[in-house]
């Protein structure tokens, strides 16, 4: 058993540098097979398509971005910093994974129900940091809200909106590396904003 996951995570990791440098579309099963000397049948073993192969690199490196994200906020002392820290972290995956997310983007609403199911845990992992950071602040004196669930659910669809805005403004399904560091600025100001609205007044 324990030899079995092996290779089938040898299979993802091989899966995640093509994905991620090719894209899904220019990447074969056959070239991930010869990345780590394994035949063509034995992908198949453990996924039976490209797609299905494409859906646990995601989980994969979902729970990779998680961990890193938890282990990095834990270590600022206040939870602006971390909110900021998290808005940071979250730009680096997107642009280090700028291949492997833009499938997603270009097939849109019909986007295959796995997928869309990974990527509903991944909003609501966001949405729970958040809401932990702003209880964090609330607690401390930091801030002073009233109902954190709901400034959690503004916060994040106001941050969405600065990044659908740019790209609604040029035209583009996905962010070119050269609008990240744009959005980026957006988001880290509006955060910056939105946080110090927050503290409790004097």
Known sequence: MENQDRKRLLIIDAALKRFAH????????????????????????????KLSLYVSVI???MHTISRD??????KTSTATEG???????????????YNLLE?????GPDLPEALYEKFQRARAFELKIITG????GDSSGEF????IPFTTEIFVEAVSGIHFNILNRAKNIFPGKEQFKLIFLKEKRFAEIFLAGLKPSK
């Open 22 to 49: 090719y894209g899904l579309a220019k990447t074969t099963m056959t070239e991930i097979a010869k990345d780590i000397a394994f035949s063509k049948a034995l992908l198949y073993y453990y996924f039976p398509d």
């Open 59 to 61: 989980e994969n490196m």
């Open 69 to 74: 994200l938890v282990k990095s906020v834990e």
């Open 83 to 97: 909110i900021l820290m998290l808005l940071q972290k979250r730009q680096a995956f997107t642009q280090k994974y």
């Open 103 to 107: 499938y997603t983007q270009m097939i």
């Open 133 to 136: 950071l702003l209880t964090k």
């Open 144 to 147: 002073a809200i009233k109902d």
